[in-house]
């Protein structure tokens, strides 16, 4: 029975705690113009292959250009094949059991723009083995009675200068 009231007891005081209301910054503050939500598509491709497999690092810059002409309220903003320079974020390598790399790009360097004007986060993965999930996919699997499953890695996540990346630019945020 007393555990019955230390619960309501906990339960009524944590519901109306208002401590984490407090601490939740002004709007006011905040970088974003929220009552405009109007934004461009960039498109962008990278100019060489960009690896997990390569010999890519952390922190590295990488090109890349401007697929098609950026028009922004009847200006030219980004021209044809100009040049944007990107970082790599994270390259997490592919692990035994059949997981696929990921390789994460952002910090787009546009210029006369706020990375706050941005929403540029591009993620890529690499392939899975379709074999590997046809045979993981029955439960209970019979790849965990033989482990030979934690021998396979998986696919390495890549770019290539025939794909395209899409970022948005919110012109009205500052």
Avoid: H
Wanted: hydrophobic letters at 35%.
């Amino acid at each position: 029975m007393n555990k019955f009231f230390a619960f309501i007891f906990a339960f009524a005081y944590l519901g109306n705690s208002s401590c984490y209301a407090s601490s939740l910054p002004n709007s006011s503050n905040l970088p974003y113009n929220y009552n405009s939500t109007e934004y461009y598509i960039i498109k962008l491709s990278p100019i060489e292959k960009i690896s997990t497999k390569g010999n890519f690092i952390e922190g590295q810059k990488v090109d890349f250009k401007v697929c098609d002409d950026v028009f922004i309220k009847n200006k030219k903003f980004l021209q044809k094949d100009e040049i944007v320079k990107a970082r790599i974020e994270t390259i997490i390598p592919p692990a035994r059991g059949g997981l696929p790399a990921e390789l994460t790009i952002d910090n787009f360097e546009i210029p006369n723009t706020n990375k706050s004007q941005l929403i540029s986060e591009i993620i890529i993965q690499g392939n899975v083995k379709w074999w590997l999930k046809l045979i993981k996919s029955p439960k209970p699997s019979p790849v965990s009675v033989l482990p030979i499953s934690q021998l396979i890695k998986g696919g390495q996540a890549k770019i290539t200068p025939k794909d395209t990346l899409r970022i948005k630019y919110f012109p009205d945020w500052k």
